[in-house]
């Protein structure tokens, strides 16, 4: 990529939440944006994702969140069942309008296809099964060698490749994943008829509940506590998370016998991540997971990773120098990020002790924070 002209060139590595919209955001004001993605084409997993109100703003600041919500199923009220079977109902703020929802369950496939079809509709180009083996910082710019023997000079270089960043590593920056001992369960079901927004079920151990993401499906979620962070193989994950399952009465024993039938059970393990220091060197930044990784608790990630890619075009339009720009976007997103990644270290904690009455009010008070502007 050479920028001959005046347009300003991006480079994103990571065709993820973070790395696709900001590339629609980037090339909404102009820039020339390629993305590099080390998967394969559409080789996102099948589970459901819920989309917070803040996640439906940002995604409402690049014109998307109409599509996710036709996509997906809006609803703006959880049902909290506790382990003696009361029910607590809580009415979440719309921050999109008061007529429209005020969150959305949605298939990750289907928030992919949106994303990336807006991307490459704004001229993004996305090479799949391509990632960076090299970074220089070279005069003013980043240049970036590629695993296919290629090379980039761009003018900004965006680290948007999750958890596991390698962009982070080949920077410097530094961010233990830490395991908090637990596993997150999600289950692909018929849409039982009852389940017209998020209902949780509180039991002895383990916390499950049911989210719906379409007119016809909806996953099933399940915290299991105290297991080591082992992979178990796919094909007994149905029967598995059925038996964890067992316990519970009701509406969930109703959707178990679905959830043992599932072909879309996803097992994944409860991590963290925090870069504490600069998440930029040159012109290179890293965002989303890479730079600060809640645990799914939370369900902020991907609230985290929409906003991320905003604010960083708003400070590369406020700054010519793309170092000042860089160093702005941090100092506006480190804050709010780390308290979100911070509360969930302390929800995982809690958990593990059972403590999960304790829990919600740091999740209250989470949510709060996060409804305020990014
Ligand atoms: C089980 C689970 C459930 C969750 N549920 C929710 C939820 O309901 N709501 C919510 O808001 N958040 C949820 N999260 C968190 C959310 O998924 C993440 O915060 C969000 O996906 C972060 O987006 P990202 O683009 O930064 O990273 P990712 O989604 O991880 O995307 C990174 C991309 O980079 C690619 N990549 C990785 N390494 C390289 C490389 N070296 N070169 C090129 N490409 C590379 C990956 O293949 C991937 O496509 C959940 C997380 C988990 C694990």
Redesign the pocket.
Known sequence: MHSSDSTRSALI???????LTTATALARRGWRVEV????ASGATAGWG????GP?LRALDGLGLAGQCLAAGHGMSVITNVDVNGDTNLIELPRLIGDDRPAMAGIARPELHRILRTEALRLGTRIHYGL??SALRQDGGRTRAELTDGTARAVDLLVG???????VRDLIGCVAPIRYHGQM?W?ARVPRPGWADSIHTFAGESHQTGVVPISRSHAYVFLTENGVPSDVLPDAGLAARMADLLAPFTGRVAEVRPEVARSGSV?R?PVRTALVDASWSDGTTVV????AH??S?QM???????IEDGLVLTQELDRYADIRAALGAFTDRRRERCSAVVRTSVAIARLEQERRHRDAYPLIDACHQRMAQPA
Not at 13 to 19: K, L, Q, S, T
Not at 49 to 52: D, F, P, Q, V
Request: charged share 15%; glycine share 18%; aromatic share 0%.
């Open positions: 590595v990571g065709a993820g939440i973070a790395g590099v993605e080390a998967g994702l819920s989309l917070t996640s990632s960076v948007a490749d999750g958890i596991r960043s390698g997150v999600r996803i994944r965002i989303g997971d890479a990784a809640p799914p369900a902020s990630g991907a609230a985290l990773a």
